[in-house]
């Protein structure tokens, strides 16, 4: 008796991750993915992703890994805030933050953030609207001093475009229409005076460039250059 009890029992457990494992990768009635869903690389025990459906909709945490990753992945969807929206992170093998923001499908939508390499401060701002970058981007030193200001719509360069020293001083001022370079363009040194002055047109230098030392106009050059006879 005490020898089919052992037996039965040994049965049971050996079954136990059989039974387990049924109950990944599975579908509904309407042949839709539901329940705990894991996918493998091929030849390999390292996790593609991990997640769970709810009738064939992504719900909680989803876990992607390179073949490498082992137990980190490299990025993470959490589909716990609402049905259409994804909250997404991006991580480095190590398990070091590179970016976060939301998805709505595919497409990038709202605020996303990155960081820099060796160190937990934003790196960039920037808005997506559809996919598409959409307001200000702005990129920033390690300090937390602004590097970089520019202005999108669906995507493309519009409006101003600034540049700025480590100490904060502005050391350019660009305008953009429809992704290239139009309008006034100033360049400044170190200490905020301009060093120089001109304007472009459908992304070449158009009109009159100015050049100037000690405040003073050093040199004047006007484009488009007259072409030089043969």
Request: aromatic share 14%.
């Amino acid at each position: 008796m005490k020898h089919s009890l052992l037996l039965f029992l040994g049965i049971l457990f050996s079954l136990q991750p059989s039974i387990a494992q049924d109950k990944v990768n599975q579908f509904d009635e309407n042949g839709k993915r539901d329940g705990v869903w894991k996918k493998y690389y091929p030849g390999i025990k390292q996790l593609r992703y991990e997640g769970q459906f709810d009738h064939g909709h992504e719900t909680g945490v989803f876990k992607f890994y390179c073949e490498e990753c082992k137990d980190q992945p490299m990025a993470t969807k959490d589909f716990s805030s609402n049905g259409t929206k994804a909250s997404v992170r991006y991580f480095t093998i190590k398990g070091k933050l590179v970016s976060e923001g939301e998805m709505e499908g595919k497409n990038r939508v709202g605020e996303w953030v990155y960081y820099h390499e060796k160190s937990n401060a934003v790196m960039t701002r920037e808005q997506y609207k559809n996919g598409k970058l959409e307001g200000v981007k702005t990129t920033y030193y390690p300090n937390g001093v602004k590097t970089e200001e520019t202005h999108y719509q669906n995507g493309l360069k519009q409006g101003e475009n600034n540049y700025y020293s480590p100490e904060g001083v502005l050391l350019k001022k660009l305008n953009y229409l429809d992704d290239k370079l139009s309008g006034e363009a100033m360049y400044y040194d170190a200490n905020g005076t301009v060093t120089i002055k001109g304007y472009y047109k459908k992304g070449k230098k158009n009109g009159l460039w100015q050049y100037f030392k000690n405040g003073e106009v050093e040199m004047e050059e006007t484009y488009p250059k007259p072409e030089k006879p043969e």
